[in-house]
């Protein structure tokens, strides 16, 4: 077996036991995950991704996505009352502005003041967010899926490790998803002017191009355990870096057989 071949098969392994380990965090039936703990699909292990995750927002910032989302709720109201009138056929991005709604904003407004005082730091759970806003649990969990679709956060499930007795396995239930508040691309057609982002500059866009095509260069050049480490952390990185290393070490035998 070639390097090429032994590099397409632990990518084909990763790949597996990525979407394996996805799919057994929760089933279509509602069934409880395997440890016995309820952990939602696409869940990552707090603590393991938020540095990378969050962002400090610039002074002020915090201040122009709020007004964005009021200007937006504004347009999402316009574009409601033409669509009832007649006057105006919606496309699909406008269709998801109009279910914006004022509670949506309410606990738009609460994110960004969590992201504001915790500098970016923002993972409240539904109950704190019900009882910072006067709202009920379920408006909260709609007012976020509606954010998210018009694309005012980003939402990020998590769970965390139960130690249990010594010696049991450990356990693993969801615990609150961390968010980062956004600019929303579909409403900036309905925002003034000076709202706006300015453009990215091009020398910026060529550099941003280069740094990651150095960065796929980089992690074409790594073996199999070491590819394993750079791309994923926690208690699955450490499982697919071992399975790397033993594929390393496969592959390094087979180079020998073939130089003889």
């Known amino acids: 077996m070639n390097a090429v071949a032994i590099g397409g098969h632990f990518a084909s392994v990763f790949h597996q036991a990525t979407a394996g380990a996805a799919s057994r965090r929760s089933t279509k039936t509602g069934a409880q995950h395997r440890t016995g703990a309820p952990v939602r699909r696409d869940s990552r292990e707090a603590g393991t991704f938020e540095d990378m995750f969050w962002s400090i927002p610039a002074k002020g910032e915090t201040d122009k996505l709020l007004l964005a989302a009021r200007r937006a709720l504004d347009a999402a109201r316009r574009l409601s009352r033409d669509e009832r009138a007649g006057e105006r056929t919606l496309t699909s991005a406008e269709r998801r502005i109009t279910k914006l709604t004022a509670g949506a904003v309410r606990v738009y407004e609460e994110i960004l003041t969590l992201a504001r005082l915790n500098q970016g730091k923002v993972y409240p759970s539904y109950d704190y967010l019900a009882g910072a806003t006067a709202l009920g649990r379920r408006t909260v ?20 490790r139960v130690e249990g007795e010594k010696g049991d396995k450990p356990r693993y239930e969801q615990t609150s998803n961390a968010y980062r508040p956004t600019v929303a691309q579909a409403v900036m057609s309905y925002l003034p002017r000076w709202m706006r982002p300015a453009p990215t500059p091009v020398d910026q866009v060529q550099r941003d191009a280069e740094r990651q095509a150095d960065t796929q ?14 791309t994923l952390s926690g208690p699955m990185g450490a499982a697919l870096a071992r399975l790397g290393a033993r594929i390393d070490a496969q592959g390094a035998s087979a180079e020998t057989v073939l130089n003889r």
């Open 141 to 160: 969990a709609r007012s976020i899926a509606i954010l998210e679709d018009i694309g005012f956060v980003v939402r990020q499930r998590r769970f965390k």
């Open 217 to 230: 260069h980089m992690l074409s050049q790594l073996n199999c355990r070491d590819l394993a480490r750079a």
